[in-house]
């Protein structure tokens, strides 16, 4: 049996996580269309940080993207910021259990707390006079857990150590 190797992280670059929240923001802005599968990119970068890094990425951070997408959506203010602040502080709350799992395994964790936030919009929508959108809906949270282990490669590269052993470095 070949065991998957084990990492050492670099601690987490704030630039970096700042860098990753704007591309997700930039990414949820660009017109897509009207297809219901487009993953929120916003959602999927909190939750990552919230899980990875939950002292530098918190609920605030969740709060004003949130205000950012209500802006840019032309939305309810507060509806993504509602959702994001709890879909973060889900993360959070579960974030040491989280981390024991492969990325499959923490698909099974993530898949929730998407269809969740999604259904905290979906529902501040309907009371405020808006119709069902269908179960179509909610395929953006599936395409969302689908990214996932893209998601943890890509935002931990650069915390990643070589495997290379260096004689001069004791790590």
Do not use: K
Not at 20 to 45: C, E, K, Q, Y
Not at 117 to 144: D, E, H, I, K
């Amino acid at each position: 049996m070949q065991m998957r190797p084990e990492y050492l992280l670099l601690p987490a670059n704030r630039m970096f996580i700042t860098f990753s929240i704007i591309a997700a923001l930039l990414l949820n802005i660009l017109p897509w269309g009207r297809t219901g599968g487009i993953p929120d990119f916003v959602a999927l970068v909190l939750v990552f940080w919230n899980i990875y890094q939950p002292r530098m990425v918190g609920m605030g951070i969740a709060f004003l993207v949130g205000l950012l997408m209500d802006v840019h959506a032309g939305a309810l203010l507060g509806e993504h910021a509602l959702a994001y602040t709890l879909l973060s502080f889900g993360a959070i709350s579960m974030h040491r259990r989280v981390l024991w799992f492969r990325p499959a395994g923490q698909m099974l964790y993530v898949l929730p707390l998407f269809l969740t936030a999604q259904l905290v919009t979906m529902m501040v929508r309907m009371m405020m006079g808006g119709n069902f959108p269908g179960w179509t809906y909610f395929l953006q949270s599936f395409s969302c857990t689908l990214l996932w282990p893209l998601a943890e490669f890509l935002l931990l590269a650069p915390q990643r150590r070589s495997n290379e052993h260096d004689e001069n470095r004791p790590l």
